[in-house]
């Protein structure tokens, strides 16, 4: 309302307004003393010849009492009419001018006579009359202004006519007192209508507040709150009542704490409005018919003892929350826990482990996954990882935890572990769950997984030590064969020892040259000549002396070290060859790391043309394995090396995946058995099926074929009988020293028995390797 009124009157009219509505609330009694004031005046001079001039003054005065008081029957302060305010207040002041005249000239009049008979009522009545009216009309100081000047002149025309003589003392008294009280009514006018103005500014800021709060209530997605000094809600708002989804008058008078679902959130809730404590975005929950809905409370205490706050549904914030908490903590392809929250419950479990509790870590891989993601695709890929999880979460227990730490890698912890047999089932049923075929997207997918097992008896062991236990335990099992499970053993603490030291001492025999390379010559099994060698290459280490590749080559491709040492190996292959007596081929071996070597071709044609050799006398051996990882990228490569005219062959042929593929894609130069089909060539009818059909599809496709591992005489006389290009082994002649292989030369009438060919060997010099 005081907007309204401020907008239409103005403020001076509203101050007009307030001015009146407090003049309003002390008329009536005004009114009635100075009428109760006249006619005691008029019976205090009773019997004397003026008495009955004295009633009718009296009753002049009352008139206009009773008119002064009918007006004010009249006045509406909430108006908004501004000509009403300034017509009433105009009949008010000439009212009051009216009676201040009749004051006046009773006092004049009447005074004299009156002060001989009662002085003492002069006084009494001069006092009551001059404070009522200044305490009256302080809010109107137009009207005091005209009684006090008709005081004022009343006291002083009293001063000269009560007397004989006249009194000057009186006289100027009455001027000094008149003008003070004229003054300070003024000032006190002032004063008033600035507290009014700050009451103005008030109402209209609460006001304000008001219809803020009211629109913020309507619109906004909070809601007000408030409880009395027993914590029971008053004053339900109904933005409450529709979060609440209850009546306003069902929840009014309830107490607050009440409303909120059992536990911590409540009970802190509770002891803080206990303690009448301020708080903020305290989230509580809340049952709403069924449903769960999750509020944060803010609230403050006032001086009274009550409580007010603020209310908001965070129900979709707080899902929201939820969601990515789960993200952060759960791998979205799999739906097992991560790494970070593997991590931390092995961390905690680890630091609660109590005497006689303990636990069990799997580390599990997926053996020939990347093989795979590469040949059918990385969306089989992905279900494989979602169908081995599934598998993974069938098995564990509810009390333990699995979860995918990325790749094809997994976990299990065991956390209620009476002894290793134990994780030995689990492990075990793991491995025969991953060697069941998988139906995947209609491709038929068979892989297995190997289990590493870290048990931990005792307590004090770090989460990072009890990993590293578990990852040695899973590189055991691999090197056991893969598909099975293997248990950590102090053994391999000394083996990564070993190896971390072996990786070491790599770096620093790259730098210092301790490589030397040996050749293992491959025969024409038409003409029984030398066609070709073979580059393998060995570490002469000072200490540990002579030491295979098996040892080492694994070290340098999870390095890196590969790269180096494989250049180095063309450069000094190509650069002996080129000074062999005979002009044979040199094989040379890639590693899959080599070949994602972008500096490779340069290489390969720098060591060529400085060796001054033929193309077509160096021959490149690639694995099956190492095509499968960027397929399209390698076969590219491949063509790229053909450019240089030197000749590529497809090593160990049947042990990898979609060898026929590979043969399409590329026209290889030869095509070399594995060592596992000849070894049991002559005892096994599938072998020897292989063989057969493998000499076959090379023949058929323009391509050599070289059988490795031959041994035996017999062998040798199967492959030759069969068709076979080339044959290389130990029967033929072991691996032989760079300065034995530059004079080495086999002919065909030597070819008669193997003790013909160690004989030969023998002659030449031959030193194993």
Known sequence: ??????????????????????????????????SLAAFACAVAIWGHPGFPFAVIWAALISACNLRRYLLSREYYPDTID???LTSFYRRLQITANVESVFWAAGAITLFPILFPKHPVFFAVLTAGLMASSVIAYRSLPKPLTSYLAAAMVASAVLSFTMTEQISWPSFALALLFG??????????????DRYLREQIEQQQTAETVKLLLHEYEASASDWLWEVDEGNCLVNVCERFGMAARQDRDFLEGRELVGLFKSGPAREKLAA???????????????DLAGETRWWSI?????????MRGVMRDVTDSRQTEQRVAHMARYDTLSGLANRHLFNETLDDMLSRQVKNQHLALLYIDLDHFKSVNDTLGHHIGDELIRASAARLSAIVREHDLAARLGGDEFAVLLTRVNDLRTAHICAQR????????FNLMGQTVRVSASVGVAYSATRGLESEEFMRQADLALYAAKRAGRSTYADFDAALNLEERTRRDLELDLRTAIAEGQFTLVYQPQVCLKTGKWTGKETLVRWEHPVRGRIMPIEFIGIAEETGLII?????????????????????????????????????????TNAIANAQIEPERVEIEITENALMHDSEANVELLHRLRKTGVRIALDDFGTGYSSLNYLRAFPFDKIKIDRCFVSELLDRSDCQAIVRNVIMLARALGMETTAEGVETREQYEWLKLHGCSEAQGYYISRPMEAADAAEASGTSSEWQAGEVIADNVHRLRGKVA
């Open 179 to 192: 003008g003070s009280l004229i003054r300070a009514c003024w000032r006190q006018a002032r004063e008033y």
């Open 564 to 604: 180096p040492l494989g250049e180095w190996i063309i450069r000094q292959a190509i650069h002996e060859a080129a000074r062999w007596e005979e002009p044979h081929t040199i094989a040379i071996n890639l590693s899959p790391i080599q070949m994602r070597n972008p500096n490779l071709v340069n290489v390969l």
């Open 298 to 306: 803010s609230g403050n205490p006032t001086s009274d003892g009550t």
């Open 272 to 286: 803080l409005m206990l303690e009448c404590a301020s708080f903020r975005d305290l989230v509580v929950e809340v």
């Open 1 to 34: 309302m005081i907007q309204k009124q401020l907008a239409i009157l103005g403020e001076s009219n509203l101050l007009l307004a307030w001015r009146l509505r407090e003049f309003v609330t002390h008329l009536p009694s005004l009114c009635a003393l100075h």
């Open 82 to 84: 501004a000509a009403h």
């Open 430 to 437: 793991i491995v025969d769950a991953m060697a069941e075929p």
